[in-house]
């Protein structure tokens, strides 16, 4: 072989680049390893000791030699990549190497934590009533979960009388108000027991304001109908001919509906002009004296006239008693009567053919047989101000008229507003009982327009999951062992969030030896002969070992080692209405509420979680001071989702600070605020705010390979781009302020087996975007909450 390729090489070497997620290590298998043995078996320098074994059958040992040794090569350079990959963060496969891994940089896994709620109690009595620490409630099964047990964190005082304010409707003052009439509204509610008699045919006019006297609306009442509203008003309903446009911010106090009370004809048996238009007025002769007309008030001119039929309002300007010369009459008994005849002339304020007054015919005296003047114009009722139906985000919240008030003067600072549909909002704030008025200082989340009738929830207490286990004993002390280890029999052992704590959770497990307490440590290590203390140790399925002895020994004793704990942690969380029975109760308290989904539970941290998280902890070496800094630790408490942070400028400081945005349930942001400020230099300013969704309409249609069920790659999709949270459309991994590339979605739709092609429509706010991304901006996200469509059918949370 003088040619340098046919050189065989064996082993290959290895050439293993960073950043892999495969190492491999395996670089033969059985037929590789057999064909380099029999190979070197002959290779010149092996003719002493194999020159005269020649392979003569299947049978022969010296081959069979050969293949035990291909085949325990192969095993262990299997064994080798397998090994190779439990040895780095990035590609280690069982959890148990990962938390190995996680431990030499110092990092432990985060527990199983519990999430927390914001529950609403409901008392009896008439005097404050006092909430122990570790009353209990118990939620129904939600899901696959069963029920879960939370207590209360703290103790707390309630009033039975701010258990449930109801909120008092608003009614609208103005036009365009919510319930109101509307600038332009074709019905009209009117005050049922301050209104006369309507019918269909009445003529109205219409005065928006008062001080808007050239400015009547006239309209005429097709219908007329009493109701009796929901809410219980009586209100009498008019629908009229065309609609009645009134400004804007129009007080509804201040509009004036007039009905004509009266009538009167024209003189037509006389030869003078009764519609005189000879001047910028028209002036209308009577047939008869009509000494209750006054100037400056608002008449109606209607026409019967069949090609003429019609009507107009104006002002009365002048009235003047006169004689008409009359021709030919005939009084009621049948007689001529002929002269000079008393008559009223009322001279308008504008010609009787002006278009802006009502219909547009020409009137003259050839239809004074058909005109009539209707006058007399009276109040006829006030606008309606019914309840409104819906709550808007800005309305105040005025308590009903029944509210009681207690007599102590019991005033809460958190509540809690709850609408018909359950839809509920927290706040902070303050209740004024004598202006009936509760006034939010800040909402958790902005407030919604709200379904009428809502109620305030004033007796509002902090919850978190977990039982209480009150003395369990594990077992017995002997000093004459030097480790003592003792399991917990109940699992998981409760955490909670702690912004003091070292990893950001907080254990609720107390041992007592011998009635004394002894203390938690994470480890042994520095720890003194004679210090009493204990580390906790969980495995896989969250069972909490105790073990004692790095420090003192147990003393010796029967069942003198005794626990006190809260068990039951995970992100797994009742949503709104679920908690609703009293699991320990208190005397006086009725009932219990749960208005707010619960929030900030975590299940143990898996393997994805720590091969990202614990090396961005272990950079951060127990403080915040950059920006990644910062990130790392929001991200690693419990219950976020997404984090987000920048540098901002603080105006009132005039320094740059720290903007974090969250994604997260409940008063998440709070929780991140207190463990960022907890682990970074106390004069940062740091905000935190709730991340803002950006809703998205996405329509997706797929092409599916011929032979393959639709439905089964429609959802194949959808599990690529909604799971939770591996799916690419889910926030966990869409993340806060990130661009979206179409690129990227249609390569994730088109990585799922029996995927042919792929349209997509992306639809924001109305547009459909026509570039190659979208950019959600600054503290925002994408939220896909109302699902996708994918050939037709939605898929995801509306699906």
Not at 77 to 104: G, I, K
Not at 628 to 650: I, K, L, P, Q, Y
Request: charged content about 20%; glycine content about 10%.
């Amino acid at each position: 072989m003088s040619c340098r390729c046919d050189l065989q090489v064996f082993p290959p070497p290895l050439v293993i680049p960073p950043g892999l997620v495969r190492i491999e290590r395996q670089i033969a298998g059985f037929p590789q390893w057999r064909q380099a043995l029999l190979a070197g078996a002959g290779n010149a320098r092996h003719a002493a000791t194999l020159g005269a074994w020649k392979a003569s059958g299947p049978n022969d040992l010296g081959l069979m030699l050969i293949e035990m040794w291909a085949y325990l090569a192969d095993v262990l350079a299997f064994y080798d990549e397998v090994h190779a990959h439990e040895c780095y963060l990035r590609t280690a496969r069982l959890p148990e190497s990962v938390r190995m891994l996680v431990e030499r940089l110092g990092y432990r896994a985060r527990p199983a934590v519990a999430a927390s709620v914001e529950l609403a109690l409901l008392a009896d009595g008439r005097t404050t009533l006092s909430i122990p620490v570790g009353t209990a409630f118990r939620s129904t099964a939600f899901g696959s979960e069963k029920p879960q047990v939370f207590e209360t964190d703290a103790p707390a005082t309630i009033h039975p009388q701010a258990s449930r304010w109801s909120v008092a409707a608003p009614r609208p003052v103005a036009v365009d108000d919510p319930g109101g009439p509307g600038a332009g509204a074709t019905v009209l509610r009117l005050e049922a027991a301050r209104s006369v008699r309507w019918a269909a045919g009445d003529r109205m006019l219409a005065q928006p304001r008062p001080e808007d006297s050239g400015t009547w609306r006239m309209r005429t009442v097709q219908a007329a109908e009493t109701r009796t509203l929901d809410s219980g008003d009586k209100v009498l309903e008019l629908t009229l001919d065309a609609a009645l446009t009134l400004g804007a911010g129009t007080p509804l106090g201040g509009v004036r509906l007039l009905r004509p009370t009266k009538q009167a004809g024209l003189w037509i048996q006389t030869d003078i002009n009764v519609v005189d238009k000879t001047g910028p007025a028209t002036a209308l002769t009577l047939d008869g004296l009509y000494r209750d007309l006054r100037p400056g008030v608002p008449v109606i001119v209607s026409c019967t006239a069949p090609d003429r039929e019609g009507q107009r309002w104006f002002l009365v300007n002048d009235i003047e008693e006169t004689t008409v010369a009359v021709d030919m009459a005939t009084d009621a008994d049948g007689a001529t009567i002929s002269g000079n005849l008393p008559a009223t002339r009322v001279t308008l304020d504008a010609d009787i053919d002006a278009s802006d007054r009502g219909s547009p015919h020409n009137w003259n005296d050839a239809q004074a047989a058909h005109l009539l003047l209707h006058y007399g114009l009276a109040d006829a009722g006030r606008l309606a101000a019914p309840p409104q139906a819906v709550l808007s985000p800005t309305a105040p919240l005025a308590l009903a008229p029944a509210t009681t008030t207690p007599a102590d003067g019991h005033a809460p600072v958190r509540y809690a507003l709850q609408d018909v549909d359950d839809q509920a909002v927290g706040f902070g704030g303050s209740v004024d009982y004598t202006a009936l008025q509760v006034t939010a200082n800040a909402y958790d989340t902005p407030r919604p327009a709200m379904r009428l009738p809502a109620q305030i929830l004033a007796n509002l207490v902090m919850a978190t999951r977990g039982e209480t286990v009150a003395a369990e004993v594990l077992g017995s002390g002997d000093a004459t062992l030097e480790r003592q280890s003792f399991s917990l029999r109940n699992s998981p052992l409760t955490h909670v969030a702690s912004a003091t704590a070292t990893d950001g959770v907080a254990s609720t497990l107390q041992i007592r030896v011998d009635g004394e307490l002894w203390s938690e440590r994470p480890t042994f290590y520095g720890v003194g002969p004679e210090e009493r203390v204990y580390v906790v140790e969980l495995d896989a399925d969250g069972v909490a070992t105790v073990s004692f002895g790095g420090g003192a020994r147990l003393p010796t004793g029967v069942g003198n080692v005794v626990a006190s704990y809260r068990h039951g942690a995970g992100a797994a969380a009742p949503p709104p209405g679920c908690i609703a029975q009293i699991a320990r109760g208190v005397a006086g308290l009725r009932s219990v509420r749960q208005p707010f989904t619960a929030y900030g539970g975590a299940d143990a941290e898996g393997p994805e979680t720590l091969r990202t998280g614990a090396p961005r902890q272990a950079l951060t070496l127990g403080r915040a001071v950059s920006i990644r800094d910062f990130e790392a630790f929001a991200a690693a408490c419990s219950g976020v989702r997404a984090v987000a942070v920048e540098w901002a400028w603080d105006a009132l400081g005039l320094r740059p600070g720290v903007q974090a945005w969250v994604v997260g349930e409940g008063a998440i942001a709070d929780t991140v605020r207190a463990r960022l400020q907890a682990v970074s230099d106390p004069t940062t300013p740091i905000a935190v705010s709730t991340a803002t969704a950006v809703p998205i309409a996405l329509a997706i249609e797929v092409e599916v390979e011929a032979g393959r069920l639709p439905a089964e790659v429609e959802v194949g999709v959808a599990s690529v781009l909604l799971d939770v949270p591996t799916g690419l459309l889910s926030v966990e991994r869409i993340g806060i302020g990130r661009p979206l590339y179409f690129s990227r979605l249609a390569e994730a739709v088109h990585g799922v087996p029996g995927v042919v092609s792929m349209r997509s429509t992306w639809t924001r706010a109305g547009i459909v975007a026509t570039d190659y991304g979208d950019q959600p901006g600054s503290g925002a996200y994408f939220d896909f909450d109302a699902g996708i469509t994918i050939n037709g059918q939605v898929h995801g949370d509306a699906g």
